[in-house]
């Protein structure tokens, strides 16, 4: 068996391979299902009206959803100029801590002035955080994966450290977790009595610039072309290493961004389980989206609908929850083999 590749996808196999994966992963997750001795269509059911049942599960979803864009988009940039930026859960927390540091009170200042110098001292934080693996990449070759993969547990030690320091709360009785942000730091909620936040509208503005960058500037170009073929764009003129550091900052700020929104918006304070692994499955979230920053919207509302979904079916059926980690893994792979078949085509010897 070998593969061949195909001239140029067709607008048919762009449609049809995505729809094609998606059943794939119910067709996988009922068999799942079953053997966990439940009834596929009851549980699918059950998750659906977990997910966007009622007014309650949508707004739910959606406050799910707003982590996931910021570190979904924060990933397909950085994929899509063959950076491969795996410590995106460690930019996130870089983001939450600054939010923690500047929003406790140590700035005295209206919310249009705190608010705004939080978000950028947190976006420059994240980016300095992957522009050093960037470096290290371009001056030395070191592999990114290894060393942003690496920096999720160092800055997860690092704030464990701080959280049983300097950052501790000295009214939380002993449990490690920063005192709560003040009023001005804080992110107003868009519904009120629900938990959705405005972080949610700064995620969606978030992916609109991000999809301009990407589609409307010569950066945007630049990462693309360096993403497709890194010798044909230093044939064209490209500075590649420019290229990928302006990749490293836009990437590693993006997913502070989603520690900011998270203390900011929702939590109030950081503590150690702030993220369940929002860095993790922006990898999934920008892969179904296919790199795509307008597509990631829609691809971390699905994973955060399956998620909400499932601790809501559990509750209802037999069945754990953790069936939702199986669908997005099975999702995310099914997703990978359509866009390799629609990019190859198999050859049988």
Do not use: C
Request: aromatic letters at 8%.
């Amino acid at each position: 068996m070998r593969l061949e590749p195909k001239p140029a996808p067709s607008l048919t196999g762009t449609i049809a391979y995505p729809i094609g994966a998606i059943a794939a992963t119910l067709v996988l997750a009922s068999l799942l299902v079953l053997v966990a001795g439940a009834s596929p269509f009851n549980v699918f059911a059950l998750v659906a009206v977990g997910a966007a049942g009622s007014q309650f599960a949508v707004l739910e979803t959606l406050t799910r959803a707003t982590p996931l864009i910021f570190t979904g988009l924060a990933v397909a940039v950085a994929f899509r100029a063959k950076l491969w930026n795996i410590g995106a859960e460690a930019q996130l927390y870089a983001g939450a801590v600054v939010t923690v540091a500047l929003g406790t009170g140590a700035v005295q200042m209206p919310s249009v002035l705190l608010i705004p110098l939080i978000v950028a001292s947190a976006v420059a934080v994240g980016a300095l955080l992957l522009l050093g693996p960037a470096l290290l990449k371009m001056r030395f070759g070191v592999d990114e994966v290894v060393t942003t993969l690496l920096l999720n547990f160092i800055v997860l030690l690092f704030v464990s450290m701080l959280l049983e320091g300097i950052l501790k709360d000295p009214m939380g009785l002993g449990w490690p977790q920063s005192q709560r942000i003040i009023a001005e730091a804080q992110l107003p909620r868009l519904v009120e009595g629900m938990r959705l936040h405005f972080g949610f509208f700064i995620a969606l503005v978030a992916s609109v610039l991000v999809w301009v960058v990407m589609t409307h500037t010569s950066l945007g170009y630049e990462m693309r072309a360096v993403g497709h073929s890194p010798q044909a764009a230093r044939f064209a003129g490209i500075p590649i290493n420019r290229v990928l550091a302006k990749t490293a900052l836009l990437s590693g700020g993006l997913a502070a961004l989603a520690g900011f929104s998270e203390v900011a918006g929702l939590n109030g304070n950081l503590t150690l389980d702030l993220s369940p692994g929002f860095g993790y499955t922006g990898i999934a979230v920008a892969m179904l989206a296919l790199l795509n920053p307008l597509g990631v919207v829609a691809a971390a509302i699905f994973v955060a609908g399956i998620f909400v979904g499932a601790d809501a079916m559990s509750r209802s059926a037999d069945v754990p929850s953790y069936i939702a980690d199986v669908i997005v893994a099975t999702a995310l792979l099914t997703m990978v083999t359509a866009i390799m078949l629609s990019r190859y085509r198999i050859r049988w010897r």
